[in-house]
């Protein structure tokens, strides 16, 4: 009796197995599935996994990180926004009012924040101040004071070749104070050519990419093309194929905001923001993007451990004991350090730190050079913000790309590395309040990305 049972199961296996062969059996992928099937487990280049971010973000970090930055410090962002296109000419501006920015009046600016945007602390400042008389002081005293004030813009040339980004000069009157609260990043209208031409450049032309290499779905190849392009993109570096996924993840962190944030009313009465799955899933299911969503959210994975490295690295520069997040209200701004420095603990604990030391290793003056050409490469890309025809679009490609550049310098700065931690805080390594507010603010738009997949995933269970 056990034998015959035993042969009945058999049978039924092998006709179920059969039937499903044909297809008959298998349910139909949800939407879901075809956005995050591939997202999940290890990520290339990196010894964690999406399941770990996902916990750390969503339940530990996000929340403390969101109230950091709606404390006035991060909030109020200094921009240029009316900077020439240094690339073309022909920019059509949007006219859409969502493409709007409203600056800030100068007198909802803190004065602490107006007064000293690019210190800490008025110990900070004196600091400073006893620095560059050393600097002076170390200079050959023959020299007449316009030498000595060459040799002064010499160091802070110095200083800036630290830079991954094209910095606005804060001081142009044409640079004004933006509540980032007040403007936030969300779908605007801006599409069409002309914002297909700003990726376009940046993927053509800055990311080491030849010509001859079509990258997936820019001119509706299909799969024999995409499998030449990740071909070559694994031929290439370590440090090269990283460059593409960090802008590859940023593009993709850029369009899960637009999609979480889309206009789903707009009458005279008010307006309704909300999740567009729709939108959601033409930029990133696997059908829909002929496999190429799922890569582009792992990419968003890739640039969230990177962010999140150099926060865990710069820790000591914020533990000095003269460092404020400085807006002139003393209470407020030590209750926004103690939290600052709790963040940046919890992230020190995180336990899959993505290791910046597989960089620019190897040759010395190989590694010099490829260094060079990424940080170039970079600023470019941060120069190109200036020619997106949006200016609520404008004002976050600055932001974000500025606080990805932050991120690399951190990283890959030779006197944050000579310095820290091993030897104690140093004052050679420095940042300004636009570069902190952009780490901050850049990682949180990243981290905003991770929290909101979670969204998606519920809201896509049962779309087919």
């Known amino acids: 009796m056990g034998r015959a049972w035993g042969l009945l199961v058999g049978l039924l296996g092998v006709v179920w197995l059969l039937r499903l062969g044909h297809g008959e059996e298998r349910r139909?992928?949800?939407?879901?599935?075809?956005?995050?099937?591939?997202?999940?487990?290890?990520?290339?280049?990196?010894?964690?996994?999406?399941?770990?971010?996902?916990?750390?973000?969503?339940?530990r970090l996000f929340p403390r990180l969101q109230k950091l930055l709606e404390s006035d410090y991060f909030r109020y962002y200094k921009v240029n926004l009316k900077k020439p296109c240094p690339f073309w000419n022909d920019i059509n501006q949007c006219g859409r009012r969502d493409c709007a920015v409203k600056p800030c009046h100068s007198d909802e600016v803190p004065d602490g924040i107006k007064s000293a945007s690019y210190k800490y602390s008025e110990e900070a400042n004196r600091i400073e101040e006893c620095e560059q008389a050393e600097r002076l002081g170390a200079v050959d005293e023959s020299l007449s004071e316009e030498t000595q004030k060459a040799v002064l813009q010499w160091t802070k040339h110095d200083d800036s070749s630290d830079s991954f980004c094209e910095v606005d000069d804060i001081q142009s009157p044409d640079a004004e104070y933006v509540d980032l609260l007040l403007n936030p990043e969300r779908y605007t209208g801006y599409k069409g050519p002309d914002a297909w031409r700003i990726w376009s450049v940046i993927y053509e032309e800055n990311c080491f990419k030849p010509q001859t290499i079509q990258r997936p779905l820019a001119s509706g190849q299909g799969k024999s093309k995409e499998n030449t392009f990740y071909s070559w993109l694994e031929g290439l570096c370590v440090e090269k194929r990283a460059f593409y996924r960090l802008i590859s993840g940023l593009h993709a962190s850029i369009n899960v905001h637009l999609s979480a944030r889309y206009l789903l009313q707009d009458t005279w009465l008010e307006k309704k923001w909300g999740h567009n799955v729709t939108e959601f899933q033409q930029r990133f299911d696997g059908v829909l993007t002929e496999g190429e969503g799922p890569r582009r959210l792992k990419n968003l994975y890739f640039l969230y451990l990177i962010e999140l490295r150099a926060l865990s690295k710069v820790l000591p520069f914020f533990e000095r004991p003269d460092f404020q997040l400085f807006t002139g209200n003393k209470v407020q701004d030590a209750e926004n350090k103690a939290l600052l420095l709790e963040i940046l603990h919890e992230i020190k604990s995180f336990p899959l730190h993505f290791d910046e030391n597989s960089f620019f290793a190897g040759d010395k003056n190989e590694a010099h050079k490829l260094k060079e050409d990424f940080?170039?490469?970079?600023?470019?890309?941060?120069?190109?913000?200036?020619?997106?025809?949006?200016?609520?679009?404008?004002?976050?490609?600055?932001?974000?790309?500025?606080?990805?550049?932050?991120?690399?310098?951190?990283l890959f700065s030779e006197k944050l590395i000579a310095n820290m931690p091993e030897s104690g805080p140093s004052y050679e390594f420095q940042l300004t309040r636009q570069e902190i507010v952009s780490l901050f603010n850049a990682f949180g738009r990243i981290s905003t990305s991770v929290r909101e997949l979670e969204n998606f995933r519920h809201l896509l269970q049962n779309v087919h």
């Open 28 to 59: 139909p992928e949800t939407a879901a599935q075809r956005c995050f099937c591939q997202v999940s487990g290890y990520l290339d280049d990196c010894t964690c996994d999406v399941e770990t971010i996902d916990k750390f973000n969503n339940y």
């Open 375 to 410: 940080r170039l490469h970079f600023r470019n890309i941060s120069r190109i913000m200036d020619c997106v025809g949006c200016f609520k679009c404008r004002l976050w490609g600055k932001l974000q790309t500025q606080g990805l550049g932050t991120a690399l310098k951190i």
